[in-house]
């Protein structure tokens, strides 16, 4: 599937997600990133003309009165977008490949950001760490990422995905506080855990997770042959097998909970991301989520 320009992408995902998103967030873009540049400050009685989204219902229930929490704000938000560009991330359905998913991500949550004054940056990795993009703000910044990204060569292969050089280098540049949006299928080595706790420590960290329905499931075709993204290893197999069908979902989704875990143990939140599913709905899912254990706080 070719990938069009940048000012295309950003044209067509403008219409199609970044309007409709910031509609629907009604400018209150930090129910997505709750945590990120503000703390709570006081909380005082209601106001004629207060904005009725930040009513605390739990103080307002015990006081009988209704009272609204006051907030101390960054008037910007430093975003950061570590993107996993390693070779299973050029895995897919014939519609999409999960790197265009990840070219999509970054294209709306940077140009949502960037409408509100906010900057971006980006720490992309493919077998190594490949490039530091310096945050900066606008539109232009915007199509800059899109175009780096583009540009970025396909890798035939690599011995393994090692995700904690990419927290690592994050963690060592980028110092001031920061929103911070992890993207990968998160195939990697193990002991990335560890860099991602630190990184949350000192940042608001969102994980962002890849994923491809064919990589839980696979279907009843016969006989195929598949490459390991990462190594380039084949095996044959028989998926007319069901108990090997079987024990492929069963090891998917053992893999599942343990990523699970690991981003609870880390405190981060995770933002699942398929291919077969739309991205606007995926955002607007996690944005509810977050809002709701928001009003439960």
Do not use: C
Request: charged fraction near 30%.
């Amino acid at each position: 599937m070719s990938l069009s320009t940048p000012e295309r992408i950003l044209q067509r995902l403008d219409w199609k997600v970044i309007r409709r998103l910031d509609g629907i967030l009604q400018g209150d873009y930090r129910t997505l990133f709750y945590g990120a540049g503000v703390d709570l400050a006081d909380l005082r009685e209601y106001q004629f003309e207060d904005d009725i989204r930040y009513i605390d219902w739990n103080v307002t229930a015990r006081m009988d009165a209704p009272y609204v929490r006051q907030y101390h704000e960054d008037r910007e938000i430093t975003a950061w977008f570590l993107l996993d560009l390693s070779p299973s991330v050029d895995f897919g359905t014939v519609h999409t490949l999960k790197r265009n998913l990840l070219i999509d991500f970054v294209t709306v949550m940077a140009r949502l950001l960037t409408r509100h004054g906010n900057r971006v940056g980006a720490i992309l990795y493919g077998s190594k760490v490949e490039r530091v993009i310096p945050a900066r703000g606008g539109r232009l910044q915007v199509l800059r990422l899109v175009n780096d990204l583009l540009k970025q060569p396909k890798l035939p292969r690599s011995p393994t995905t090692n995700l904690s050089t990419l927290l690592e280098t994050a963690y060592r540049t980028i110092h001031r506080r920061s929103l911070i949006f992890i993207v990968s299928d998160f195939f990697s080595t193990p002991g990335w855990e560890r860099p991602l706790s630190l990184l949350n420590q000192r940042h608001e960290v969102l994980g962002v997770r890849l994923t491809d329905p064919r990589e839980t499931d696979l279907p009843d075709i016969g006989m195929i042959v598949i490459e390991d993204a990462e190594t380039g290893e084949q095996l044959y197999l028989d998926t007319h097998d069901s108990k090997f069908r079987e024990r492929f979902h069963a090891a998917a989704q053992r893999r599942d909970a343990e990523l699970n875990a690991a981003f609870r143990r880390g405190q981060v939140d995770i933002l699942p991301l398929s291919t077969e599913d739309e991205l606007l709905r995926s955002i607007i899912r996690f944005a509810m989520m977050r809002k709701q254990r928001r009003k439960r706080n």
